[in-house]
């Protein structure tokens, strides 16, 4: 396998994760979680009642 | 690079870990912990899995030799609307009526933390920060 293939799919995945972990992170806060952070909440689970949530190439069947 | 792969090795453990804020009750859950950290995880597992099919998809060439993850992710493809519509159903359905449902709200998020989890795995593999999870 081409290693500079390789190298991408480390690297991406990565990147992947990194981006996860804030996000991830918020599941363990602590202190008072405000109603800004409640609605942000709220609207990121709307958001996936939506068929954009799961439009996207990288829904398709692989074909494999 | 180290502190960022001891970041990457805590993903899976956060994925099914329970915070303990306490809640502004004049926010929209008006203190409903339970609703509040159930769409913590319904939210969190969809970014992952979401994350975990667009990398397999746009690196599918690099993962020619790996047809576990492609199987996977197409796994994934095929059941990630289900697994979401079926939390997000038992999920307004807790909201509405909170005596009841909790029990079958927790199994859906069961079975969207195992899928993430696995993702996750495949994820954190690529990275070579731990090995290939069995699928």
Known sequence: MNPALIFAAIDGATAILAAA???LAKLAQSGTITPEDQQARLDKINTLRTDA??????????GA | MKTLKLGLVGVIGLITLIGCAALDPAGPYEGDQ???QADGAITSSYEILHAFAKWEHDRRPALAGAPEITAYADHVRAHSREWIASALALRDAYALDPSGG???LQRALAILREAARQAAQYLLAATGTEPPASP
């Open chain 2, 102 to 104: 909790a029990q079958d």
């Open chain 2, 34 to 36: 339970v609703l509040y």
């Open chain 1, 53 to 62: 949530a799961f439009t996207g190439p990288e829904w398709d069947p692989s």
């Open chain 1, 21 to 23: 972990l804030p996000e």
